[in-house]
């Protein structure tokens, strides 16, 4: 194994499902499809056990961008046309994806304007509590 941070886009959607030995345990699946800067792309076997990662791939869509980090493991597999090709799977801890960033990019503004001693701006569409009293 090999600890891991990849990025890409969602190969469908991703899925949620029970263990099958009875615990009644949940995780979720995904894919992950990954650009290789040769213009070709790797697809990623994605599998969470972590309820903050299930979440954050449970609120993806298909095409959706998220960088996540776990152990990775690599090999290959044939399949019935007989070429070789590599088969790459994550066990991801950790995600990160475009909300994510917006949100702690708002975080570090609002922080940076507090110190400053600067009112956050008034919400998009104003609002009747938005002057100064």
Known sequence: MVDA?????????PQQRT??????????????????????????????????VKATLLGLDDNDSVALCGSLTVGLWTPADGEPRPQVKLTATSALS??????????????????????????AGGGFFDDDL
């Open 98 to 123: 475009p909300y994510h960033v917006t949100k702690r990019r708002a975080a570090v503004q609002d922080a940076r304007r507090a110190v400053r001693g600067e009112r956050a701006p008034a919400a």
């Open 5 to 13: 941070l990849i990025a890409g886009r969602l190969h469908g959607k």
């Open 19 to 52: 263990a099958s030995n009875g615990s009644g345990k949940t995780f979720v699946t995904a894919t992950l499809r990954c650009g290789t800067g040769d213009g070709e792309a790797v697809f990623v076997s994605v599998i969470a056990f972590s309820d903050r």
